[in-house]
């Protein structure tokens, strides 16, 4: 079964931020991580974070 990123992992509840780290920004000024908080226990999870293309080479 995959696990659900929105949600927390202690708790099961909607995370209620999702921010990107402003210390891991690239050489393009883009995060590389981003920072997800329980609003319901405080739980803070931080992974990385690849910004996903289409097939025409735009962001998604």
Same mark, same amino acid.
């Given at each position: 079964?995959?696990?659900?990123?929105?949600? /927390?992992? =202690? /708790?099961? $509840?909607?995370?209620? $931020?999702?921010?990107?780290?402003?210390?891991?920004?690239?050489?393009?000024?883009?995060? $590389?991580?981003?920072?997800?908080?329980?609003?319901? /226990?405080?739980? =803070? !999870?931080?992974?990385?974070?690849?910004?996903?293309?289409?097939?025409?080479? !735009?962001?998604?």
């Amino acid at each position: 079964m995959l696990e659900d990123i929105t949600k /927390c992992p =202690r /708790c099961n $509840t909607q995370f209620v $931020t999702i921010e990107p780290v402003i210390s891991s920004l690239d050489e393009n000024g883009e995060a $590389t991580k981003m920072e997800y908080v329980c609003g319901k /226990c405080g739980y =803070r !999870k931080i992974e990385e974070w690849k910004p996903k293309e289409n097939n025409k080479g !735009k962001l998604l």
